[in-house]
């Protein structure tokens, strides 16, 4: 008999937000699934690690109220436990804290005064900048200048993304780097304040929101320590996974959170032709 996709489990791998998004929806439309995690918690890069008493972060995690729905639902989720942040994150640079996304009144009063007159000099300069703007590099140098650029956003970025920023594209910005052009400046010295406005963040940590979701779906179907060492395909369908460099589990439908460089390398067979 023909499965219908009522019927047909869906395997998941990678239990990082998007896998774990894939079974919190999968487990509350009724769909069988299992979910496969490498590491013996869920979260992926949004973690939260507890150490000596100190929570730490990996990564500065904040949950941005870009959509309705999914901000809707983690309220929904977290309830209390989801506090609304006005104060902007801080850069630690050269033993002072730098405010992020960038003010140019809070680098007016941390960087010593040959800095700030060559980002003057930059960003006054970028009035006239007509060049095009092929990557992440030429929209923050357009934006910010270089020296700004160089020192609080490339190597952030670089480490956000790990490549380096002439290689990435401008949409990464997700719209989100507002600029540091003489209007912004005016505008900074009227009183505006906080390009970035708020931000949400869960009293115990980002990692909090998927420890959460995890609960929520209450299932003995996420795998921890379940690494997928191989996936089996064949005539153009993937049809099984190995796990653990051992079991091998039939596959009917498959989500696959894993970067496709990592996929790439665990086909099986490597070779299609
Ligand atoms: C420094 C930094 C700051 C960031 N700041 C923000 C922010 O402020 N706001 C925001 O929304 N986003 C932010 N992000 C982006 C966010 O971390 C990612 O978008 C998110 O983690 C992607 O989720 P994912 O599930 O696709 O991947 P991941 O989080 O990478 O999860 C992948 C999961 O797959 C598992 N896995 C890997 N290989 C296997 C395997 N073979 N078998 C089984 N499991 C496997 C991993 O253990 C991991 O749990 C930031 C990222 C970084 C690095």
Known sequence: MKKNNKTKKISIIGGGPAGLASAYFANNKGLKFELFEGNSEVGGNCKTIEY????FDLGAHRFHDKNEYVTS???NLLNDDLRLVTTPSKIFYKGKMITFPIEFRNLLKKLDSKIILKILFEN????FNQNNINSFNDLVIKKYGSTISELFINN???KLWGKDTTLLSPKISGGRLKNLNIMSIIKIFSGK?????FFYYPKNGFGMIFDK???EIQTNNI???SKITKIFHHNNKINALELNNTKKIEVDQLINS???NFTANILEPKNTK
């Not at 000596?52 to 929570?55: D, E, L, P, Q, R």
């Not at 304040?193 to 406005?197: D, M, S, V, Y």
């Open 223 to 225: 795998f921890l320590n």
């Open 124 to 127: 006054g300069k970028n009035i």
């Open 73 to 75: 639902l983690i309220k």
């Open 156 to 158: 952030y970025s670089k």
């Open 258 to 260: 894993l970067p496709i």
């Open 52 to 55: 000596k008493n100190f929570k």
């Open 213 to 215: 979701i995890k609960e």
């Open 193 to 197: 304040k906080h390009f970035e406005g």
